[in-house]
């Protein structure tokens, strides 16, 4: 299990190079198309929407523990929201639930998204602050992140935004080699 200053350490630093790598990028590059949806039917991703998929799953990070300590024997909610816990049946209601957010933010501003960010990272590193020892190192019934435990799952917010960053700039790099500025958003509308 991470130690407190390692969590804390790890979510501090990607904070500074999640905004410090967006911020890099120009109003196109926000906006271009990097990487196909998970959601069939869904338009690609722009790196704005990866940033504000970011804060989204931070905050449902923050209720999976908050349900943990409360003793909720389904803190991940997947019985409780969908019935199931069959793995293509969570990942499909995941992916809708993603696509939603998306959706929803799409026209938010680079700096409502960084204000959202900052927000939710904030509420995290309090969390962090009030949690013992020992409920840092308590399991989260069914959590797939890091070692399972609460601390693992508030680290896992760090590499989530490292993965999201490599996946717009590949994207976008891809996007560059082929000379486009973006994929096929086809007609369908956000």
């Known amino acids: 299990m991470p ?4 969590i804390r350490d790890a979510l501090r630093r990607s904070h500074e ?4 790598h967006f911020r890099a990028l120009t109003p ?15 338009l690609p991703w722009r790196p704005k929407d990866h940033l504000a998929h970011l804060a989204f799953i931070e905050r449902q ?3 999976m523990i908050r349900r943990t300590i ?3 024997p389904d ?6 929201r969908i019935g199931t ?24 501003s680079l700096e409502e998204i960084f204000a959202d960010l900052s927000a939710t990272r904030q509420q995290s590193l309090e969390l962090l602050e009030q949690l013992t020892d020992e409920q840092l190192a308590q399991p989260v019934p069914g959590a797939p992140w890091a070692d399972g435990t609460i601390g693992g ?15 717009t700039e590949e994207g976008l790099h891809r996007q560059a080699e082929q000379g486009t500025r973006g994929l096929n958003r086809g007609s369908v509308s956000r």
């Open 3 to 6: 130690t407190r200053a390692e």
């Open 17 to 20: 190079q999640l905004f410090t």
């Open 28 to 42: 196109e590059e926000l906006e271009c198309p990097c990487t196909e949806n998970e959601f069939p039917g869904g």
């Open 61 to 63: 990070f923050q209720g």
């Open 70 to 72: 409360e003793g909720d």
């Open 75 to 80: 803190p991940l909610g997947f019985n409780t």
């Open 85 to 108: 816990t069959k793995r293509d049946e969570v990942l499909a209601w995941v992916h809708r639930q993603n696509q939603a957010y998306a959706k929803e933010h799409a026209d938010d």
């Open 153 to 167: 799952v508030l680290i896992t917010n760090a590499t989530h935004a490292t993965i999201h960053t490599s996946w």
